[in-house]
T-cell receptor, first 113, second 114 residues
């Protein structure tokens, strides 16, 4: 089954404790992206990747890092999480260059205390 | 930056009613996408529109690509409780440097009362 998977689905952590949210897709998509979703703000792009070893900032990259060492994986790293990073995070992938239909993972709900 | 204005922000309707929502932009889009996000899940594509004036249906859902290419509409007929969720419009925007990015509206939250 074609899908985007994310882990963990739920995470509670404390300020400053590094964490990684994994994302994997099995559709051989070149484009992958991370979004955060906050009430009233819709989906805001954090980082995206056009291909292996090619990543770039989205609209709200501060406090986040990403890597793309393999085509299928695109982890999101929070080196020192802060409470304002409490949000719902989605990973997405696309067969194109970012402007085409994107397929979303199930989401990761993060609470930073 | 580029924005999509989606309205209404939320709707609370009775089962069986029809629903209409829309999305507008200050610039032209060549594609309009409509996604639905159910509680606890990621957005799932409902309908994709690629041509101005295009009217496309998916079951009880019908979406239209506005003639001006600056707007799109989504209608749901005879709503049922499982229509509950957040509906997002989205469209690709080309930035300088030649790369595309999918821009999302803020969403319309739909609640259906049985």
């Amino acid at each position: 089954e074609a899908q985007v998977t994310q882990n963990p689905r739920y995470l509670i952590t404390v300020t400053g404790k590094k964490l990684t949210v994994t994302c994997s897709q099995n559709m051989n998509h070149e484009y992958m992206s991370w979004y955060r979703q906050d009430p009233g703000l819709g989906l805001r792009q954090i980082y995206y990747s056009m291909n292996v070893e090619v990543t770039d900032k989205g609209d709200v990259p501060e406090g986040y890092k990403v890597s793309r060492k393999e085509k299928r994986n695109f982890p999101l790293i929070l080196e020192s999480p802060s409470p304002n990073q409490t949000s719902l995070y989605f990973c997405a992938s696309s067969s194109g260059t970012g402007g085409e239909t994107q397929y979303f993972g199930p989401g990761t709900r993060l609470l930073v205390l | 930056g580029q924005q999509l204005n989606q309205s209404p922000q939320s709707m609370f309707i009775q089962e069986g009613e029809d629903v209409s929502m829309n999305c507008t932009s200050s610039s032209i889009f060549n594609t309009w996408l409509w996604y639905k996000q159910e509680p606890g899940e990621g957005p799932v594509l409902l309908i994709a529109l690629y041509k101005a004036g295009e009217l496309t249906s998916n079951g009880r859902l019908t979406a239209q690509f506005g003639i001006t290419r600056k707007d799109s509409f989504l209608n749901i007929s005879a709503s049922i409780p499982s229509d509950v969720g957040i509906y997002f419009c989205a469209g690709p925007h080309m930035f300088s440097g030649g790369y595309n990015k999918l821009i999302f509206g803020a969403g319309t939250r739909l609640a259906v009362h049985p």
